[in-house]
């Protein structure tokens, strides 16, 4: 069966629902749960929740298609848009770029586009969960400054009204960015201080998301697949930092040889495997550290020191500060 091709503008009204790709006052979402519903017989029904600030626009969209759909937007936007794809499978088409920018769950991308059409194509009976983020043009400039090659490529292509994306192909965002999201996701006060929270929540999300799109690789060392299991293994460190860890263990675990873990980590983060982990954990010392439940020799050994003296002076060269100072 061939999918129903249909205009974004049939199928709702942007001054009567929130356009997910604009930054500004829009309309506000109907429910008591803060979410909004649009039934369309063709494209099926979508629920959507739309948090806005003078720089910064955030949708948490739910889309439950009924049929193949062939989704046309030849809306134009001047926004940079962030799409993380939380469910489902997207085949996105841009105009005006050279390649396709396909997601499913766990993948995300950053897009400007002023003026080029796009098509979205999803399989009927798709639950899709989508949190877009739009951002002012010229606020994201001055947020990201000119002090990378990638971020001068960035404002060229916004002098020049181009459309360009952050990368190539989506990229899997890892377990801080989930953390994230679900922080975004769970939102529901209206406070001074939960306000600058969850801008706060979205503008590291971002941060995070450009990280990776700074950490280029050459096309002829590193394939999509060794890419994601990469990504993988970064989030697995995230939470298992503690754990006993070996070049060997992490090599079987993800499918990788020793040599791309080695150099692949380090060309996409900027930093080895295992001074990667020891961040980690002294970032998790300083926390503790604060806390101030536990002693010195307490934290020593649950970070894996055997003497509490060579915690101390790995902490002092990684801090500048002794953990005694800390009491």
């Not at 000119?146 to 377990?175: C, M, P, Y």
């Not at 697949?225 to 675990?253: G, T």
């Not at 101030?292 to 020191?305: F, H, V």
């Amino acid at each position: 069966m061939c999918a129903y091709s249909i205009k974004t503008a049939d199928v709702y009204d942007f001054s009567q629902l929130p356009n997910p790709l604009q930054v500004g006052e829009q309309p506000l979402s109907i429910g008591i749960d803060g979410y909004g519903t649009h039934i369309h017989p063709q494209v099926g029904t979508l629920r959507y929740r739309n948090i806005s600030f003078s720089h910064l626009h955030v949708t948490d969209m739910h889309w439950n298609t009924v049929r193949d759909i062939q989704l046309i937007n030849e809306i134009p936007s001047d926004s940079i848009n962030l799409i993380f794809q939380l469910k489902g499978t997207n085949k996105i088409a841009y105009s005006e770029l050279g390649h396709n920018l396909d997601v499913e769950k766990g993948l995300a991308y950053m897009i400007y586009n002023p003026e080029g059409t796009n098509i979205c194509d999803v399989e009927q009976d798709s639950e899709l969960n989508v949190l877009s983020i739009s951002l002012d043009k010229d606020f994201f400039a001055d947020a990201i400054g000119t002090n990378s090659q990638w971020a001068e490529r960035v404002h060229k292509n916004l002098e020049q009204g181009k459309t360009f994306s952050g990368s190539d192909h989506s990229i899997r965002f890892d377990a801080r960015m989930q953390q994230l999201i679900a922080g975004i996701q769970a939102y529901d006060a209206n406070t001074p201080l939960s306000n600058m929270i969850f801008q706060a929540h979205v503008m590291e999300l971002v941060g995070l998301h450009l990280g990776q799109l700074e950490s280029p690789l050459p096309a002829e060392e590193m394939n999509r697949a060794d890419i994601e299991k990469l990504y993988n293994l970064k989030a697995y460190l995230d939470i298992h930092f503690l754990s006993e860890l070996s070049l060997s263990s992490l090599s079987s675990m993800f499918l990788l040889n020793e040599f791309k873990v080695k150099k692949g980590f380090k060309i996409m983060f900027g930093i080895s495997v295992f001074a990667y982990l020891r961040k980690l954990r002294m970032e998790h010392a300083t926390f503790l550290l604060q806390e101030g439940k536990l002693n010195i020799d307490e934290i020593a050994y649950r970070l894996g020191y055997e003497h509490p003296q060579h915690f101390s002076s790995a902490f002092k060269k990684f801090s500048g500060l002794n953990p005694s100072s800390f009491k």
